[in-house]
């Protein structure tokens, strides 16, 4: 509530001389992202992003994920409305960080991450945060599309299928923004992150693999503990192996050069584990958001073991899709 207190209308900021030129750029770069939105990609942008909050910080949420310490299913925490999710989100760092530590104390793998955005799913008019108002032009844009995706399909209890509904609009959106306003150096620049995105994605899913396997087998603790320690081990030389070759991949050396651990790998896991798949909705929809959208809702229906049976064979197919274009080339 002290946020949405402290909205200012975009409005009288843009006609305000007093704004910087570089803020005012950014507001109507934001108001046109939300028309696009409406019309071209079918999103709900009602009255969200139409003010601006300064909060002076460099995040609006800390989100606290934990997991047991030989598992990879996340602790979930229940909420009113939203239902669960894998994550609690605090305003506030200090107290992420003392309901980490008590979760740390208790056995816990406990990851902590700072988000720049968030979503009320249309409760409220959600405003553009000073958190994201230095992304790139792309970057921001994505983001626009992201949380307005949350507002058309949202499934509680789901926080995968939701982050990786989100992601795939994100990323189709963004797509269809470039060709409607032009090609860019900053569309090119955002598509180069993503492909180092997707390989940073690859590496952690491979000894997250690993690491499930382990974790079902009938080793004694210690010796769990031991081959745990080892697998985060050859995940971090890998990626120092893979940092030799794509200097560009030195923008994840943050997240690797800490203790890594199964909530670690969950956080990344909530965010992209099903986006192949509904980019397979999609092609398969031949492009006609409408009738992705309608597909998606269809899924959201679904008891969640059905729903996620679906998007892993659609996942699989579009793996299949992906071998059989790189075999091509």
Wanted: proline share 4%; charged share 25%; glycine share 4%.
């Amino acid at each position: 509530m002290q946020i949405l207190q402290k909205r200012q209308p975009i409005s009288d900021l843009i006609e305000n001389p007093q704004t910087p030129a570089k803020l005012r750029k950014k507001l109507l770069l934001i108001q046109s992202a939300r028309a696009f939105a409406e019309k071209e990609l079918l999103l709900p942008a009602n009255d969200h992003y139409l003010s601006y909050v300064e909060l002076n910080r460099p995040y609006v949420v800390w989100n606290v994920f934990a997991a047991p310490e030989f598992s990879l299913t996340p602790e979930n925490w229940c909420f009113p409305i939203v239902g669960c999710v894998a994550y609690r989100g605090y305003f506030k760092e200090a107290d992420a960080r003392r309901f980490g530590d008590a979760l740390t104390q208790k056995g816990f793998d406990v990851y902590i991450g700072g988000a720049i955005a968030y979503s009320t799913l249309g409760w409220f008019d959600d405003p553009i945060l000073s958190t994201f108002i230095n992304l790139s032009a792309a970057d921001t844009v994505a983001l626009i599309f992201h949380e307005l995706a949350h507002g058309l399909l949202y499934v509680p209890d789901d926080t995968a299928f939701n982050e990786s509904f989100a992601t795939a609009v994100e990323q189709e959106g963004l797509k269809r923004w470039q060709m409607f306003t032009r090609p860019s150096q900053d569309y090119d620049a955002w598509q180069r992150k993503r492909r180092y995105r997707q390989k940073f994605t690859a590496l952690v899913s491979k000894y997250r693999n690993q690491l499930k396997d382990l974790y079902e087998s009938k080793l004694a603790t210690n010796e769990k503990r031991n081959q745990k320690a080892a697998i985060f081990n050859r995940m971090q030389s890998e990626f120092e192996a893979l940092k030799l070759n794509h200097r560009e991949m030195a923008v994840y050396s943050d997240w690797f050069n800490r203790p890594l651990n199964n909530a670690q790998l969950i956080s990344v896991a909530t965010y992209h584990d099903w986006v192949p798949a509904f980019g397979q909705i999609l092609s398969d929809s031949n492009g006609d958001l409408e009738k992705f959208y309608e597909r998606c809702r269809q899924l959201a229906k679904k008891e969640p073991q059905e729903r996620h049976r679906i998007l892993s064979g659609y996942h699989q197919n579009a793996h299949t899709a992906e071998h059989r274009t790189g075999n091509l080339r």
